[in-house]
């Protein structure tokens, strides 16, 4: 970074990213906000920069008494510990630190034994339960799917499906092999201590469970191009296993979207002016990979201009859209990953080529395309199909 750089930042103000802060005098201050980004996705601390963006400078004094607290901040007051990086960036005659925090690969990061922070905006505040189980999970130290959903039982599971997979998809006569069916669950991890794990429900899961209710989709055909307009076409939350929230958030769009001709004969039945291809991919991968720990729903919004397919969750660690776009992939939900693509009706291949595919697809059919990942908040991630 250059002092051009610098000042650029400074007008740009404190956001989730970027932290202005006069000088640390409390080591247990500075384990805080670096912890903080740690947690979040990472920034930049400007030391010798105050609250209203003034460039106040530091001493060489400071700059040393600086570099001391950080490196002993960083190994023994954030657990586990984590290393950063200082720039000493001068502006005019005054000297600003720049402390690069990463986004960390270990979370959670706790700082003077007690506290865990996360990055709110410009300011932090202490993490709440679900986030924790978010940051355990970025770290894949804990998955969504594999938890135990308490009060359930193979009573909340369609056994006839389970069945039928464990015969017909993977070649396993459970009748013959003298095992109990709920041993075999649990060695699949879709039981636990003969309750079913969220991966067993979202697989084989009664549409009546109470834990499936809270993971269904929304979706709404919009007239016009406004998500605050109040007239729609067609609306329906739906409900269910994964087989049944594919099968029936795809029958939705499908029955938004116009078939064209396309050089086809007179008598066909024409192509969706979207290619299906892209479709499937796109609501398959929001219904796998989407983030189980955040208590929201999956939205499909139509408008006149564009489809939209809404995830809870933004990509995970650190996935970005360029990333995708080229195959990268890191599992959210292993369970789910393991099973799904030998579920009936499911076209889920699992190597990374969906967004490939999606965007292959769309290409050909001359429709815009856009992938939105949004780390705020909760964060969700979003793909927009742009209709002719």
Request: charged share 25%.
């Given at each position: 970074m250059d002092s051009k750089e610098l000042v650029e930042i400074i007008q740009l103000g404190e956001d989730s990213k970027t932290l202005f802060k006069e000088?640390?005098?409390?080591?247990?201050?500075?384990?805080?906000?670096?912890?903080?980004?740690?947690?979040?996705?990472?920034?930049?601390?400007l030391v010798g920069v105050n609250d209203i963006g003034e460039i106040t400078g530091l001493t060489k004094e400071n700059i040393a008494r600086l570099?001391?607290?950080?490196?002993?901040?960083?190994?023994?007051?954030?657990?586990?510990?984590?290393?950063?990086?200082?720039?000493?960036?001068?502006?005019?005659?005054?000297?600003?630190?720049?402390?690069?925090v990463p986004m960390g690969s270990n979370k959670f990061y706790m700082s003077n034994g007690a506290d865990i922070w996360v990055k709110v905006g410009a300011d932090k505040r202490r993490a709440r339960r679900e986030e924790l189980k978010r940051l355990l999970q970025e770290s894949t130290h804990l998955y969504a799917d594999e938890q135990v959903v308490e009060g359930t039982s193979t009573k909340d599971l369609n056994?006839?499906?389970?069945?039928?997979?464990?015969?017909?998809?993977?070649?396993?006569?459970?009748t013959k092999t003298?095992?109990?069916?709920?041993q075999i669950l649990e060695n699949m991890k879709l039981m636990t201590s003969e309750k079913c794990t969220l991966g067993g429900l979202l697989?084989?899961?009664?549409?009546?469970?109470?834990?499936?209710?809270?993971?269904?989709?929304a979706a709404v055909s919009w007239f016009g191009n406004d998500i605050a307009g109040t007239d729609y076409r067609e609306s329906e939350n739906?409900?269910?296993s994964i087989s049944a929230l594919y099968s029936d958030g795809l029958a939705f769009i499908k029955r938004q979207l116009k078939k064209t001709q396309n050089g086809q004969e007179f008598n066909s039945l024409g192509i969706l002016e979207i290619p299906e291809i892209a479709i499937k991919e796109a609501l398959v991968n929001a219904i796998i990979h989407r983030n189980y720990f955040?208590?929201?729903?999956?939205?499909?919004?139509?408008?006149?201009n564009r489809v939209e397919i809404i995830s809870p969750g933004a990509l995970p660690n650190t996935l970005n859209v360029e990333s995708i776009k080229l195959g990268a992939k890191i599992p959210r939900n292993?369970?789910?990953?393991?099973?799904?693509?030998?579920?009936?009706g499911i076209p889920f291949r699992g190597i990374g080529s969906d967004v490939p595919r999606i965007i292959k697809s769309c290409e050909d059919a001359r429709i815009k395309v856009e992938f939105i990942n949004q780390i705020e908040g909760s964060g969700q991630f979003k793909v927009i199909f742009w209709r002719k």
């Open positions: 000088i640390f005098t409390s080591p247990d201050s500075m384990a805080d906000e670096i912890a903080a980004f740690a947690n979040s996705d990472g920034g930049k601390i570099n001391q607290m950080i490196s002993n901040v960083c190994s023994q007051k954030i657990e586990p510990t984590i290393s950063v990086t200082t720039e000493n960036i001068k502006y005019d005659d005054k000297t600003v630190m720049v402390i690069n056994m006839f499906e389970v069945e039928d997979f464990l015969e017909q998809k993977i070649d396993l006569d459970y003298g095992i109990n069916i709920k697989l084989f899961g009664k549409k009546s469970n109470f834990e499936l209710c809270k993971h269904y989709i739906i409900y269910g955040i208590f929201s729903n999956i939205r499909i919004f139509v408008f006149d292993p369970i789910l990953l393991s099973y799904i693509e030998n579920l009936k």
